[in-house]
């Protein structure tokens, strides 16, 4: 069962734009629209950020947003902040079937 | 408040059995299909299994596949996770997560129990 491809890291100063890809196949993020995005801090467990591609929890600040095109999806965190620092996965519903759901294989996001 | 807290995780020998327990609080647990997810030291998350609002549907990763077994209990509003013939690979720590009514996403996620199989 294959995970979803992100790169390792990625970074930025505050204030500025990151956005971290996800990419899969037809039969994961490119088949539905059910692709989450989830945050990370070191011994934390993860919080859902973005649900079905775009959409902000409660809570989430709206320098929070996601994106997809065709197998990859994106998130983007505008602005910058200290707190943004943390381990970012992409989760993808994949079928009825036991390969139900994919995650991604992590990004580490840096503020410089 | 909403709630998860995981259970039961702790040190076993390969071959081993454990018992994880997930209660849930704050919302209608019987309304909602809910997954475990496990994450390995220093790895990435991984998906273990999902079970549905009243058990009709199960879904087993092909790594756990045969050897853990998923199950709730909505009149405790438990959800469990039996876990048979543990490997290494096994050792993580294991989230339940919910996902809501109408949705595939995992929106409400346990701090997790930290399972570690070793001789």
């Known amino acids: 069962q294959s995970a979803l491809t992100q790169p390792p890291s990625a970074s930025g100063s505050p204030g500025q734009s990151v956005t971290i890809s996800c990419t899969g196949t037809?039969?994961?993020?490119?088949?539905?629209?059910?692709v989450s995005w989830y945050q990370q801090h070191p011994g934390k467990a993860p919080k859902l950020m973005i649900y079905e591609v775009s959409k902000r929890p409660s809570g989430v600040p709206d320098r929070f947003s996601g994106s997809k095109s065709g197998n990859t999806a994106s998130l983007t965190v505008s602005g910058l902040q200290a707190e943004d620092e943390a381990d970012y996965y992409c989760?993808?519903?994949?079928?009825?079937?036991?390969?139900?759901?994919?995650f991604g294989t992590g990004t580490k996001v840096t503020v410089l | 408040e909403v709630q998860l807290v995981e259970s039961g995780g702790g040190l076993v020998k390969p071959g081993g059995s454990l018992r994880l327990s997930c209660a849930a609080s704050g919302f209608t647990f019987s309304s909602y299909s809910m997954n475990w997810v496990r994450q390995a030291p220093g790895k990435g998350l991984e998906w273990v299994s999902s079970i549905s609002s009243s058990s009709s549907y199960i879904y087993y990763a092909d790594s756990v596949k045969g050897r853990f077994t998923i199950s709730r209990d909505n009149a405790k509003n438990s959800l469990y996770l039996q876990m048979n013939s543990l490997r290494a690979e096994d050792t993580a720590v294991y989230y339940c997560?919910?996902?809501?009514?109408?949705?595939?996403?995992?929106?409400?996620w346990g701090k997790g129990t930290t399972v570690t199989v070793s001789s």
């Open positions: 989760s993808s519903y994949a079928g009825s079937n036991n390969r139900n759901y994919v």
């Open positions: 997560a919910r996902v809501p009514p109408g949705s595939r996403d995992m929106d409400v």
């Open positions: 037809s039969s994961d993020v490119g088949g539905y629209n059910y």
